[in-house]
């Protein structure tokens, strides 16, 4: 044998690409070539368009619509309006909460920019043209905009259709405009630690409305087939199946005879989970008109009806000993949902999993209690960039700790390294009912802390101080610390459903007789590049190079059923999966080889690309030789072909987290904030690709900067959006995107087959607190406490006046 | 987003372009670079039927320098005077304001007369305009005419332009002494919370000359002539920047919007005209 030709054990292994490597994305020789295809790019024979007449108030009822004008334009085909829905039960639409919403407004509208008709057309200049044309007589009616005067006594009523319901699709409802309670916890006992707890801060924390505001807004193409009675639905679907299954049960078009595909998608972060008229409408449209209909909203329309984000009022008190031992937590949240409760959480979860919000922290005992109520503002409460609702819980508990060290006067680094839930403690059951994986809090923390030079961060600071109080300088430097914990990958099948739709995820992998493989998922990226990461996990599963791996996903009418990809779920439940799925395949070729090497299984050892023979490794078959053998061999007790299929039930979810450091320079007299450094360390767990982490953090980062600095939606108090563009709904361009250094801990998740625990989220649940408390340690000498994001220039300007910080 | 119906002109020159403005009347509007109308047009703030792109016009494009006589077309876009260094050796004021105009793209297409034309109190040449006491030549069916930029605005999107009237080009003396233009904004991309420019000149410790302008701080740019009373003649020092800031502060009259409201405008107005005016004075 010639030894130098023959490949080491390394060297195979890295031509794998497998797990770890930092491989180049796949995705992107397409995209970076303006060669994606997403749903704007799908063009089918004859098909028309469709757009929506959309309210300008906030709250009236709806007296006429006049649509003959419309009509009678050239051009022109339809004019729905929720007369022409209602004999189909369509007008109104169940929402993935357990409400009801309206398709089209039904006798009233409850925000401004609901639908109100959809106008059906040749082109989008026809279109354009005819909803111009349709006039819609409203009489105003008194607008709530403040979810705390909602449930005032003399409040106007929203939601007529259920005002006298006094049970909500999550128990009671106290008021017209309540939606539901959820409690967690303790109450009691946790009354009573406060009660006697020595030291208690006690805190208003607002986390603002704001927007996933994703770089392709959202739409679809329905294409109803009456030949064969099939529907096809091309649409911005971050969970594919769910679609498929929902639409035939609003629809009652059977499931088999209904396709979703979701093509590329250009980013979700949870904008794209839910159920939109839109998607209503134009599968109508298809049925009415009986040929294909395109509809995708424009800027303006995603930020001001499509699913908003956070709004959460948490009120929350934290009780601790003298020397910084916390013994107890309190929240109370109220939460804005809009006109209609639209969240996308599990259905069990109407406040998603707020109950992470004890955080990374050891505490004894804690009470949660969140009441939804319903307001004049668009429908939503998505997760954006999180799963669900955990950056409300990050941010509550993150602000909470920085209140807390303030009362007791204690550094804050100080205070979280105090309370970490400590490594031995794995796994940990949470006061609110989570039992935490695996961590290792203060390794991370101590980590990031060495990195930035805490100790010299702070002298700094003092230094600055001392320059502003003594006029030579009118800058504030301010030290934003962070360390969270998500909760993600929802979820066990036991606990987590979505309208009665388990939450696991599927992975179905062909090997072909060449050695090359296809696998197919349920869930469907939108940026996220998983057919660059599940290749890989497939890589070093099977012994197949990732490059000779296809990865599918998003036709429901070939990928098995899944629920989608939101929650940082794909990795934790459709990696999983994956990853089953390939031990099954190593499974079988483990047979076959050994009834080509003519030895027992037991006699083989896997050996990264081929299964040799134990003591003589210079016996072996590779993957490609196995592959090839189950095609064309009949192999006794063997069924020909290599292919697996795993459904993966998470026996819990994964518990990422990690440690955030922000450092900023204020000017007190302009409001204008200078990032001078932001750090980022993160554990989640098994590192699949490295620079896809990265990449993720920086994403992640600069949403969380831009919620934090500036991004919201704003309304007035006659429920006027006041943000309605990208002039005035802040994203970052790279100009306002400061560098971003990141780092790691590998703490893997012992439930998950290969330890990897989710990462598309943290940043975006770890910054947002990390910009903010820079902001509130700027001022904290001065003796702030809260202030509510966003920390735009005029608020921070805010600060410092009412800080007397003037003259 | 999308607009009516309009129909589509393209002048090669701008008798052809008034005689079409003449024919329609307020029905019809010129474009320049689009990047104030077509937004408008868009969101269908304004209805407009003909559309006459003045982009196929030669003679109203480019910069022309003789001696201290600056004379810029009205097509000449944002970047080119960015990019002119001969410009930038004149008034370096122009490129160090038109920088701060937008983004790249945007600039590539925008141009002075558009910018100026347009009325909008957020655009910054406006402002920049009136520091300069530059001259806009107007032509139209009744003939040529040149306005001082100090007296052609009137009110947010009016001006003293008849609808028939086109703007051929901007003049205005090269400046002398130290300038600077100040702008806080939100993000690249935005119009400003509040801006402003100095240009002045010390002499034997006195000011000798002195010209100040606002952006967004009103419905119209603000030349602060009281400002420039006080400081003409006078020694500078800390206290007589307080009063000039004061003096531009109060003929300041800003609007509410997302930026922040009326109090923070004024506020860092005072801000950032004491910056400027700093900084001019560095460079004198
Ligand atoms: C995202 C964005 C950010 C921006 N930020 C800024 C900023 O920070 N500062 C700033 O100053 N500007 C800003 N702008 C505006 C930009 O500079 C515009 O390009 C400029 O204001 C208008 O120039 P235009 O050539 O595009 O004019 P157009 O949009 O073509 O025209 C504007 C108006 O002027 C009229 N007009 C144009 N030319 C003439 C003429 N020769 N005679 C008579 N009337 C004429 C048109 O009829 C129209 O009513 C921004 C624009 C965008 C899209």
Known sequence: MDDVKTPSREERKSALSGLGTSRKRVEDARFTQGKGNYVDDIKLKGMLFGDFVRSPVAHARVKNIETSAALALPGVHAVLTAADLEPLGLHWMPTLAGDKQMVLADGKVLFQGQEVAFVVGDDRYAVADGVSLVEVEYEELPVVTDPFKAELKDAPILREDIADQKEGAHGARRHPN??????????????????????????????????????????????MDKVNGKLTVWGTFQAPHAVRTVASLI???????????????????????????GYVCSIVASIVTGVPIKWVEDRMDNLMATAFARDYWMHGKISATKEGKITGLWCHTTADHGAFDACADPTKFPAGFMNICTGSYDIPVAYLAVDGVYTNKAPGGVAYRCSFRVTEASYFIERMIEVLAQKLGMDSAELRSKNFIKKEQFPYTSALGWEYDSGDYHQAWEKAMKSVNYKQLREDQAKQLQLFKDGKSRKLMGIGLSHFTEIVGAGPVKNCDILGLGMFDACEIRIHPTGSAIARLGTISQGQGHATTFAQILASEIGIPASDITLEEGDTDTAPYGLGTYGSRSTPVAGAATAMAGRKIRAKAQMIAAYLLEVHDDDLEWDVDRFSVKGAPEKFKTMKEIAFASYNQAIPGVEPGLEAVSYYDPPNMT????????????????GVSDIKQVYALDDCGTRINPMIIEGQVHGGLTEALAISMGQEIAYDEQGNVMTGTLMDFFIPTAWETPNYETDYTETPSPHHPIGAKGVGESPNVGGVSAFSNAVHDAFKPFGLTQAHMPHDHWRVWKIAKDLGLHS | MIPSAFTFYKPDNIEKAISLMSDFGDEARVIAGGHSLIPVMKQRLTDIKHLIDLSGINEIKGIEITGNQISIGAMTTQVELINNEELFKKAPIIREASLQI??????????????????????????????????????????????????????????????????ISISFDAPSGGYAYEKQKRKIGDYATAAAGVILKVENNMCSSASIALTNLSDTPVYCNKAVDIILGKEIDNNILTQVTEACVDQSDPVADQRGPVEFKKYVAGIVIKKALTRAIERT
């Open chain 2, 102 to 167: 937008a983004d790249p793209q945007v600039r590539n297409l925008g141009t002075i007369g558009g910018n100026v034309a347009n009325g909008d109190p957020a655009n910054d040449m406006p402002g920049l305009m009136q520091l300069l006491d530059a001259t806009y030549k107007l032509s139209g069916s009744n003939g040529v005419r040149d306005v001082k930029a100090r007296e052609f605005y009137e009110g947010a999107y009016f001006t003293v332009r008849e609808d028939d009237e086109i703007l």
């Open chain 1, 178 to 223: 309540h939606i539901f309670t959820w409690e967690a916890g303790e109450k009691e006992e946790t009354d009573k630690v406060l009660e006697e707890a020595e030291v208690v801060a006690d805190e208003m924390v607002y986390y603002h409305r704001t927007h996933p505001c994703p770089l392709e807004t959202c739409g679809c193409v329905a294409s």
């Open chain 1, 251 to 277: 629809s009652s078009i059977p499931e088999h005879n209904i396709r979703i595909i979701s093509p590329d998608i250009g980013g979700g972060f949870g904008n794209k989970v839910g159920v939109y008229p």
């Open chain 1, 655 to 670: 518990y990422p987290n990690g440690a955030y450091v922000v450092v900023m320079e204020i000017d007190v007299d302009t």
